[in-house]
């Protein structure tokens, strides 16, 4: 048996952790992950306890994380739990502690490209601003998260929610635009 084959049967939390190391993400203890994405030409930084996971397996909703330039910097907080999510950034994305993301959702710091009919403007770099995600958020599956939005804690994003401003804590919000739907009392 070859070594290429023996590398296709490596289970594939272990395939992950080697693509962290590869493509230099700092990482905690406890990582779990299986069939991610990974795209690192800035900083990604991984808590203890992170899992980041494809679902199902990869094959509906891939987890993932990219960095596109040198300053992109990417932080996970421990005990989160990403399920088939998929984070593009450019400036800056934060992501607080025992966070929880449902798959199919999509965390985008930038607008991918600038709109004009000026092809030198189109391939200028994109507008960008920060995410932020602060501590116990529980984000539904199939949401959008733009540029600029800071959620706060222990707030509940619906499922199918496009985010494209703040979050107040302690509220459940969904639809698109985003509306508050309750405040959360513990």
Not at 19 to 34: A, C, D, M, S
Not at 95 to 116: E, L
Not at 152 to 168: F, S
């Amino acid at each position: 048996m070859s070594f290429l084959s023996k590398i296709i049967y490596l289970p594939k939390y272990i395939v992950s952790i080697l693509k962290l190391k590869f493509y230099g993400v700092q990482y905690g203890k406890g990582f779990r992950g299986n069939s991610i994405l990974l795209l690192n030409k800035g900083s990604i930084s991984l808590g203890k306890n992170v899992s980041l996971n494809s679902y199902p397996d990869g094959i509906l909703n891939l987890s993932g994380i990219k960095t596109y330039t040198e300053n992109a910097k990417v932080t996970i907080g421990d005990d989160c739990i990403i399920n088939g999510t998929m984070i593009y950034c450019v400036d800056e994305v934060i992501i607080g502690k025992t966070c929880m993301f449902g798959p199919g959702t999509k965390i985008v710091d930038n607008d991918s490209h600038r709109i004009s009919i000026s092809i030198e403007e189109r391939r200028k770099p994109p507008v960008s601003k920060p995410i932020i995600i602060k501590d116990n958020v529980w984000i539904g599956m199939d949401c959008l998260i733009l540029k600029g939005v800071t959620i706060g804690e222990n707030a509940i994003v619906a499922a199918r929610t496009i985010v494209t401003k703040d979050v107040l804590p302690n509220t459940l919000v969904g639809g698109n635009p985003t509306r508050v739907i309750k405040n959360i009392i513990s």
